[in-house]
């Protein structure tokens, strides 16, 4: 890594603009964005071109632009990857706020001093800019705009998030956040956006958000499909390591997360999704310990031990990962309650067999194990009716009415609203 020194512990904002491969438009972009920071920021900043193993002209370039404009610098880094390159420049940078940009300047420059203040403030966290706000002015093509709905969609389905636009070459960080939230970062190239802002949700950081105007580059090297893949694989990964406690996000909320703070609610659809791929993980494994119980033990026994060794595995994966409870408060009731589940779903299973042998005496095994896997299917749903409704439910406790008080008398001077509580955890519910 060379040029890269912590040389001004005043600096209010350190502005990174990863490139690679940008010989023909980083002069321009570069020079029009220092034009509009003398211009226009309020605050001591720099330009840190962030040059990740780029194999044309534009290290040369980029040092050519260090030599000539103040407050612009150069870092090269030997590996490729934008979140490798953002890691390195904000953890060695001295700024009180970190940001990026994209090199294209795809979005307005003028959304920049909305970006950072709010982060020297001191009144958030992380700042990102937003293609999809209702006053965001975006132009770009149909497909793009359909990946971009459809991707951000699925992040708030499924890991419980509420910023609105994960991708958006525009971000800001405040040092303090970053120290603590980099590190647990595993993604070096394009999911690194989304795997800050999903641990800085979880871990109680306010994100803010500023609509911006931006034209998209029909030049970009982004590839679509092995970027898509890519993200999918980066959330599977991410949700596992929040759910299973890998991922200390707990720890950043005590250091420094904003309270009071309720952690990030996942929708019924989430759950659906969520539960969904662990019954299909349950439903496979059902199927082949029945296989390797079946010759020995007989069927119907092979079923019930086969669907308990899945039920036990079911219920403790479904607590933390779908439902969100963690912690040790409750889990001896919920695995008493899911073996209650089990016992219904065990009869679901079970039905199918005697309704298979009397219909086909002679049937095979192969028969057995399709039929059987047809009926966990449907076991499968009746079990997530019954752990949302009935063993990871929340209850609402009563309003509390001071003695000496009606109930109208005392909603006019405490909230009216009952609190949503967790039953299991006493924590109040999303």
């Known amino acids: 890594m060379i040029g890269m020194t912590q040389d001004d512990p005043t600096l209010d904002i350190d502005i990174v603009v990863p490139c690679y491969n940008e010989q023909d438009t980083l002069a321009a972009h570069v020079r029009r964005l220092h034009t509009f920071c003398r211009t226009s920021l309020h605050h001591s900043w720099r330009i840190t071109i962030a040059d990740n193993a780029s194999t044309d002209d534009t290290a ?74 209702e006053s965001a002015r975006v132009v770009r093509g149909g497909k793009r705009e359909f990946i971009s709905r459809s991707y951000n969609l699925l992040l ?10 994960a991708q958006c070459g525009f971000k800001a960080i405040t040092r303090q956040a970053a120290e603590h939230v980099l590190p647990l970062c595993e993604d070096d190239a394009w999911f690194f956006d989304t795997e800050l802002l999903v641990l800085a949700e979880h871990a109680g950081l306010r994100i803010h958000e500023v609509p911006v105007d931006w034209v998209d580059d029909v030049n970009s090297s982004v590839h679509i499909a092995s970027t898509a893949t890519e993200d999918l694989k980066g959330m599977w990964r991410v949700s596992r390591g929040i759910a299973s406690g890998r991922v200390p996000v707990a720890e950043v909320y005590e250091a420094i997360g904003r309270r009071p703070f309720t952690p990030p609610h996942v929708g019924i659809l989430g759950q659906v999704l969520r539960f969904g791929s662990i019954g299909v993980l349950s439903t496979v494994a059902f199927a082949l310990l029945y296989a390797l119980f079946r010759p020995a033990i007989g069927a119907q026994t092979a079923d019930f031990l086969a669907l308990l060794v899945t039920a036990i595995g079911n219920t403790a994966l479904n607590r933390r990962f779908t439902f969100g409870v963690r912690g040790r408060a ?101």
């Not at 390195?88 to 700024?95: F, K, N, T």
């Not at 708030?156 to 636009?165: A, I, K, L, N």
């Not at 028969?367 to 990871?392: D, P, S």
Request: aromatic share 4%.
């Open 330 to 430: 409750g889990a001896g009731r919920h695995h008493v309650q899911g073996l209650v589940v089990f016992g219904i779903a065990w009869a679901i299973t079970s039905g199918s067999l005697v309704v298979l042998h009397a219909t086909a005496p002679g049937a095979s095994h192969g028969a057995e194990i399709v039929v059987l896997t047809a009926a966990n299917l449907v076991a499968t749903g009746v079990r997530f009716v019954l752990f949302k409704a009935w063993v990871f439910r929340t209850r609402r406790r009563p309003e509390l009415i001071r003695p000496g008080t009606t109930p109208a008398a005392d909603a006019s001077t405490a909230a009216t609203e009952p609190i949503a509580v967790d039953e299991q955890t006493g924590e109040r519910a999303a």
């Open 156 to 165: 708030r389905t499924t890991m419980g998030v509420s910023f609105s636009d």
């Open 60 to 133: 040369r370039i980029a040092e050519d632009l260090a030599a000539m404009l103040p407050d612009v610098r150069a870092v090269h880094l030997p590996e490729k990857g934008r979140g490798r390159a953002l890691k390195a420049v904000w953890s060695a940078s001295p700024a009180t706020v970190l940001v990026y940009v994209d090199e294209d300047l795809s979005t307005d420059l003028a959304a920049l001093e909305p970006l950072v203040a709010p982060l020297l403030s001191g009144h958030s966290d992380v700042a990102i800019g937003t293609r999809l706000a």
